[in-house]
């Protein structure tokens, strides 16, 4: 099939083609009913139940794609988002917009130096070679690193003795192992992202300072004519968002006891409440976040509540 001449129309999505960000994104498309079949070896995949064609490109470069219009909308790291702002800023004909904070691929871009080494602050950097893959970001954070020196130093002076101007500190761009450019000796600290910090204490490394934490994000080109597709799309995200993070308890309870349960669980909005066929008595139904489930159980059985229920939720359209 000619791909190309199947994109007329169609609303461009860019989202991981590898690397951490990749099985996250493919299992929210599904859950958020997006069918599509890629073909080996081919970076684009027409979407077959709506509008749509999938395209697969590097984390890093999909802010650029979004940012200029080559594409509508698009999945990728909030650090990439923020590198691809610090070497490109906004204009009024290009830039991209976060739609929805996605929550997954939780890291964040850490300054990094030698366990056992003598610097144990970021300020001691300045000056300094510091090797990095985000050399936009890690220029912006040096760069305000250096000016609050600078200040310091003219503050204590007291313009009564001259100020040599504070050294620009030495960024080098490094694409992959950025961890092992201290131990080769090819810079002093580096800038990278951690996830576990497993790989930062196995190249004998340690944070002292973090430059920017990041998840997962939807973004969209800010000039986007296709803003219909785009608020359908992140409402089916959001709805598959709040089925992984919610469940639905179920439970009956005494109607003296009923204001009490709904401290205990008051829902998104409200909790749902239908009479029995028993005297006094109430069934409730609630989402209740997965993390705090167990706790909540164990709260309404101690108010009396019964027949309590957790119940999955496939998926969900929530306001």
């Known amino acids: 099939m000619d791909l190309v001449n199947h994109l007329e129309g169609r609303l461009l999505f860019a989202v991981p083609k590898k690397g951490r960000l990749q099985q996250a994104t493919l299992d929210l498309l599904s859950g958020s009913d997006i069918q599509f079949r890629r073909e080996t070896r081919l970076d684009i995949a027409l979407v077959k139940n709506l509008d749509i064609a999938l395209v697969f490109l590097p984390a890093a470069d999909i802010p650029t794609f979004v940012g200029e219009g080559s594409v509508d909308l698009g999945i990728t790291g909030r650090d990439q988002v923020a590198e691809h702002e610090a070497t490109s ?41 510091v090797v990095t893959s985000f050399t936009g970001l890690t220029k912006q954070y040096f760069a305000r690193l250096e000016k609050e020196v600078q200040e310091e130093q003219e503050g204590l002076s007291n313009g009564h003795t001259s100020i040599n101007e504070v050294e620009q500190t030495k960024i080098k761009f490094v694409g992959g192992s950025v961890e092992a450019a201290c131990a080769l000796g090819v810079a002093h600290g580096i800038v990278d992202l951690v996830e576990s910090g497993e790989t930062m204490k196995a190249a004998g490394l340690k944070d002292i300072d973090t430059v920017i934490t990041s998840t997962a994000i939807l973004i969209k080109n800010k000039n986007s004519k296709k803003q219909e597709m785009i608020d359908l799309i992140a409402s089916r995200i959001r709805g598959v968002i709040t089925a992984q993070k919610y469940v639905l308890c179920q439970y009956n309870i005494t109607r003296s006891s009923l204001e009490l349960a709904k401290t205990i669980t008051p829902g998104k909005r409200a909790p749902t409440i239908t009479a029995l066929d028993a005297q006094d008595w109430v069934a409730v139904s609630s989402m209740v976040e997965k993390k705090h489930v167990a ?15 957790v119940l999955d939720i496939a998926n969900s359209r929530t306001g």
């Open 295 to 309: 706790n909540k159980m164990d709260e309404l059985t101690k108010i009396g509540a019964t027949d309590i229920l």
């Open 89 to 129: 800023p906004s204009t009024d004909h290009s830039g991209v917009e976060e739609v929805l904070d996605l929550g997954f691929g939780k890291c964040s871009l850490k300054v990094q130096v030698p366990e056992k080494g003598a610097i144990t602050s970021a300020k001691e950097l300045i000056g300094k070679n």
